[in-house]
Every structure is written in structure tokens, then in C-alpha cells.
């Protein structure tokens, strides 16, 4: 089992920044790809970026993409999301997630979830 803890999250005006923390312990022996999800309100869960703790593999969304810059940090089991020039339609409940499959971007291939952190982008 995988635990893993997002921070980070909060309240932001249209063009500011904010970067995620997702910080992961027990098992993580076998964890080969970590992800960035987001969950807006009445909407489905949905991939926002995805990065290989070798590193070798960083994909996102087309939606954040050179907005948002998913990095790790391998001596601290931690992985961060950079997002800049933030939108009102970036509000949503961000989670971390780890996959043990390599370069995993769909959400069945991840198998623990964080809690979720909460950023909301004001106009």
C-alpha cells in the first residue's frame, strides 16, 4: 500500500501561480509513474499530467500544457505540479496518484489516490 498526501492547494486570482506537493511513503518500491487528476465540480475525474520517477517520461493535458510542469523529487518521494497563468477553469480538486505501470496516463492503471488538495481560481 501506497499513502500518498497532497498539499499545496488554495485560493488564487485568474493568471496567478500555485505548485502542488504530493508526497509518497509505504510501498513504493514497485511505483513507476505518478499522476496529477483533477475532479471540477459536476464533472468527471480527468488526467492532467504524468511523469516516470526515472523521469525519462513527463506527459499532460492538452489543457495545461506549457501552463503546468509536473517534476519529482526521487530523495524525497515527492512529486509536484507547477501551474502557472492559472484560469478560473483550473478550479477543481487536485489528486495525486500512483501507477506501477510505466509512462500510465488513464486512471484505471492507478492504484492509490491522495486525499485531493482544492484550488480554486478567481476571475
Known amino acids: 500500500q501506497v499513502q500518498l498526501v497532497e498539499s499545496g492547494g488554495g485560493l488564487v486570482q485568474a493568471g496567478g501561480s500555485l505548485r502542488l506537493s504530493c508526497a509518497a511513503s509505504?510501498?513504493?518500491?514497485?511505483?513507476?509513474?505518478m499522476g496529477w487528476f483533477r475532479q471540477a465540480p459536476g464533472k468527471e475525474r480527468e488526467f492532467v499530467a504524468a511523469?516516470?520517477?526515472?523521469?525519462?517520461?513527463?506527459y499532460y493535458a492538452d489543457s495545461v500544457k506549457g501552463r503546468f510542469t509536473i517534476s519529482r523529487d526521487n530523495a524525497k518521494n515527492t512529486v509536484y505540479l507547477q501551474m502557472n497563468s492559472l484560469k478560473p477553469e483550473d478550479t477543481a480538486v487536485y489528486y495525486c496518484?500512483?501507477?506501477?505501470?510505466?509512462?500510465?496516463?488513464?486512471?484505471?492503471?492507478?492504484?492509490?489516490w491522495g486525499q485531493g488538495t482544492q484550488v480554486t481560481v478567481s476571475s
Open positions: 496518484a500512483d501507477s506501477t505501470v510505466v509512462a500510465a496516463t488513464v486512471i484505471p492503471k492507478f492504484r492509490s
Open positions: 509505504g510501498r513504493t518500491f514497485n511505483s513507476a509513474t
Open positions: 511523469i516516470t520517477w526515472s523521469g525519462g517520461f513527463r
